[in-house]
């Protein structure tokens, strides 16, 4: 009898994707006590109570079937208005819009629906952990374009256009970004249009931080002339309304492209928890003065964190939207991990190593700025003993 291997029967894709290296690091502070986090993207804040409270009634009138695998019609229907209010943004409720599990989900799904074995995707880094692993998962090649920090880690529509190969299918864009709070400017995003108007490239839009937006105005890029016929346009309520918990995103496109996203989705998840939906509704009806509350803390919290980075040396571009500062640490000459780990095995705080999030994050480090102010300035003046004593 053969010797049973348990690891020789891992997928040969999934055996090459490394583990997320914020849970790596994060299973190394939550070792440690009275670490103060500026690590995992969360608000600090509860979901405000008239949401918790309609999640709550819905549990009460017996709201705990299925929905249809689009998820409610009342909340695609909430969502096609406040796109359109928000955005300029026309979808069909019955046809273009998906409710999913997370901005994840959607961002999985979306990968799986348009991606054939060897396509070529290209995305912006540094970036959220999961759109290398999403696009090697689905097999697909994933080709990254640098951001600098001296753009303000804007992407740059000649450098992208220098990765656009005939293989080239998906163009996948995070503005704000995750983890370095980088915005675009319109006309920056007008040449990327064309770009895949020229190159026929499908774009993924995640926007799940669009509201989070502090200075200037927030363009989604399928509002722009001829892309909403190619954009699958990813959104969410965990960042605005501190809704990480209830774990409902959307996608909206197409009516092909959603149709097929339908598909995955119907197979694997179903449909999204019909209490969260509920909630979702009561966010979008009745929780913008809530939103606008919580981005005017972050908005403070930006401020007082950037500063402290820049009064201590370590230089920090001041991000334009997001909950995230990026600082660099290349003056220290230490590696992103090797700061991150003394960090918090002799100061008890916890950031997010930059390299977690791609090659060109080494040299920073993410700090959510979505604590409280009391940590905050903890935390900052914490990390000034360490520079001092390096």
Not at 66 to 71: I, P, R, V, W
Not at 223 to 232: F, K, N
């Amino acid at each position: 009898m053969a010797d049973f291997q348990p690891e020789d029967f891992v997928s040969r894709q999934i055996k090459q994707i490394p583990r997320s290296g914020i849970r790596e690091f994060f299973e190394l502070v939550q070792s440690k006590q009275g670490v103060i986090s500026l690590g995992v993207g969360e608000p600090d804040f509860s979901t405000p109570w008239h949401i918790r409270e309609s999640a709550i009634y819905a549990l009460e009138r017996g709201q705990t079937s299925y929905t249809s695998n689009l998820g409610l019609l009342k909340l695609r229907k909430a969502i096609s208005k406040h796109l359109d209010r928000e955005l300029g943004l026309q979808y069909d409720p019955e046809r273009q819009i998906l409710i999913t599990v997370g901005v994840s989900e959607a961002m999985d799904i979306a990968f799986r629906a348009l991606i054939n074995p060897g396509d070529e995707v290209i995305f912006h880094e540094p970036c959220y952990v999961s759109y290398a692993p999403g696009i090697s998962m689905a097999y697909g090649v994933g080709v990254p374009v640098q951001c600098s920090a001296e753009d303000n880690f804007a992407v740059r529509a000649g450098n992208i256009e220098k990765a656009i190969t005939p293989r080239s299918k998906v163009l996948v864009l995070n503005f704000p970004t995750n983890p370095t709070g980088g915005t675009m400017e319109r006309a920056e995003l007008e040449k990327i249009a064309a770009l895949a108007n020229r190159h026929n490239l499908v774009v993924i839009t995640d926007e799940i931080y669009s509201e989070l937006t502090f200075e200037g105005e927030h363009t989604s890029i399928a509002s722009l002339p001829g892309m909403a016929g190619r954009t699958v346009f990813l959104h969410g309520f965990s960042k605005a309304y501190a809704m990480t918990g209830f774990r409902i995103g959307y996608a909206c496109g197409p009516a092909a492209l959603v149709d097929a996203m339908m598909k995955i989705h119907q197979y694997s998840m179903l449909c999204a928890s019909i209490i969260s939906q509920e909630a979702a509704i009561e966010a979008l009806e009745n929780g913008e003065a809530d939103m606008l509350a919580m981005r005017e803390q972050y908005k403070l919290r930006r401020n007082l964190i950037v500063n402290a980075f820049n009064k201590m040396g370590l230089p920090c571009h001041l991000p334009r939207g997001s909950f995230y500062a990026f600082p660099s640490i290349k003056p220290t000459a230490l590696t992103s991990q090797q700061f991150a780990t003394r960090l918090v095995e002799e100061e008890s705080v916890a950031c997010v190593p930059g390299d977690a999030f791609g090659a060109p994050g080494e040299g920073f480090l993410r700090c959510c700025f979505a604590a409280s102010m009391d940590n905050i300035k903890t935390a900052t003046e914490r990390i000034g003993s360490f520079l001092n004593r390096l």
